[in-house]
């Protein structure tokens, strides 16, 4: 962490509990981009899923009893059982620049490498310029690039729409791991 950048004295960062569970996914509509990509949602199945997984890494920062930050990490990415995935960090925008983010991520990470993992890996979004500069901060270094490229159907008349469209059996897996919401829920538009 910079030296001139110091977290407030009364944030704590804390293992998550079941306590923070609304603020937390209050804290992520407001700051996520839920529409950036066809596969990314923000609900409380995800969060659930981190919660109840084995080598979860899953902190908040507090501030009195308002959460100002959280990460939601485990040790399960894709095949392998060495690499853990954090997949979820956010600050309050009001609490932004002061550390919060790198304290949460050092207590994430440091449990992570505690659970065996080899690897930490992390998406950021191509144009989110400013979470790429903090994993770099954070010791984290670029790795292999993918590109979600789209091909609408031209039968179809989606005009404007990028939306993926899902076989039945994938989107139940989607939405039951979170990655997309299913219909009757309501992802929030972030701010």
Not at 164 to 174: A, E, H, I, N, Q
């Amino acid at each position: 962490m910079d030296s001139d950048i110091s977290i407030h004295p009364d944030v704590a960062i804390v293992p998550m509990g079941l306590g923070h569970l609304r603020q937390v996914i209050d804290l992520g509509y407001q700051v996520f981009d839920t529409q950036t990509k066809p596969y990314t949602s923000w609900s409380l199945t995800s969060v659930a899923e981190h919660l109840d997984s084995a080598g979860r890494s899953c902190w908040v920062a507090v501030d009195s009893d308002r959460v100002v930050g959280f990460v939601l990490a485990s040790m399960e990415f894709e095949l392998r059982e060495d690499w853990a995935y954090l997949e979820w960090i956010a600050v309050a925008p009001d609490m932004q620049g002061r550390g919060v983010a790198a304290n949460l991520m050092t207590a994430c990470c440091d449990l992570l490498f505690r659970h065996g993992a080899a690897r930490i890996v992390t998406d950021v979004e191509n144009h989110n310029t400013a979470s790429a500069s903090m994993m770099r901060k954070n010791g984290f270094t670029e790795g292999t690039t993918v590109t979600l490229f789209v091909r609408p159907n031209p039968d179809e008349n989606v005009a404007g729409d990028d939306h993926v469209m899902l076989g039945p059996g994938t989107k139940r897996d989607l939405i039951r791991r979170g990655r997309i919401t299913g219909e009757g829920r309501h992802g929030r538009t972030a701010r």
